[in-house]
T-cell receptor
Framework: DADVTQTPRNRITKTGKRIMLECSQT?????MYWYRQDPGLGLRLIYY???????NKGEISDGYSVSRQAQAKFSLSLESAIPNQTALYFC?????????????FGDGTRLSIL | KNQVEQSPQSLIILEGKNCTLQ??????????LRWYKQDTGRGPVSLTI?????NTKSNGRYTATLDADTKQSSLHITASQLSDSASYIC????????????FGTGTRLQVFP
């Protein structure tokens, strides 16, 4: 979905490095989400935000932090990357509540930690 | 335990053929069920959202069915095309009015000419 843009698309880095993944959206949605996708597993929620003043932990928030700099921008940070954080990361947005409304996903960031 | 299970894990069909993908869920209470299509190297894209009262919903060549009594859903693809090659993911919200979704592991469909 071109309305949700993730940067970078690919990143290779070393254990212990700090990494920031960025997400921006032009859909005007209030809610933004960060997920990770691993082979053989369903997407899992890391953090989500209802607006710039509201941040919520998801299922697997340990080792991650987020910042909602503006309604349109939501970044995910790995303070000290470890190899088991190697995964495909997706940002998503939704309009108000999730009830009967789809989430719109970016095309992902493939992160490899050596 | 709240789970969404999909079958088969993978499927190969010839172009022009029909196929049906299955989703079983144990999430309760039930709010709605979603099907997403994920092309290789892309993010998931919503195909349909089905609420408790909907038994069948179509989106072009895609038809989803829902049986809330047996907690099963299916996605039927008619007259498959090469562009249908993708993973199809079944998703159920954890409960009403929540942003927490339970994702299935997906069915990987390959359509060959």
């Amino acid at each position: 979905d071109a309305d949700v843009t993730q940067t970078p698309r690919n990143r290779i880095t070393k254990t212990g490095k700090r990494i920031m993944l960025e997400c921006s959206q032009t859909k005007g949605h209030d809610r933004m989400y960060w997920y990770r996708q691993d082979p053989g597993l369903g997407l899992r929620l890391i953090y989500y935000s209802f607006d710039v003043k509201d941040i919520n932990k998801g299922e697997i928030s340990d080792g991650y932090s987020v910042s909602r700099q503006a309604q349109a921008k939501f970044s995910l940070s790995l303070e000290s990357a470890i190899p088991n954080q190697t995964a495909l990361y997706f940002c998503a947005t939704s309009d108000h509540g999730t009830e009967n409304r789809p989430q719109h996903f970016g095309d992902g960031t493939r992160l490899s930690i050596l | 335990k709240n789970q969404v299970e999909q079958s088969p894990q993978s499927l190969i069909i010839l172009e022009g053929k029909n196929c049906t993908l299955q989703c079983n869920y144990t999430v309760s209470p039930f709010s709605n069920l979603r099907w997403y299509k994920q092309d290789t190297g892309r993010g998931p894209v919503s195909l349909t959202i089905m609420t408790f009262s909907e038994n069948t919903k179509s989106n072009g060549r895609y038809t989803a069915t829902l049986d809330a009594d047996t907690k099963q859903s299916s996605l039927h693809i008619t007259a498959s095309q090469l562009s249908d090659s993708a993973s199809y993911i079944c998703v159920v919200p954890l409960s009403y009015n929540t942003d927490k979704l339970i994702f299935g592991t997906g069915t990987r469909l390959q359509v060959f000419p």
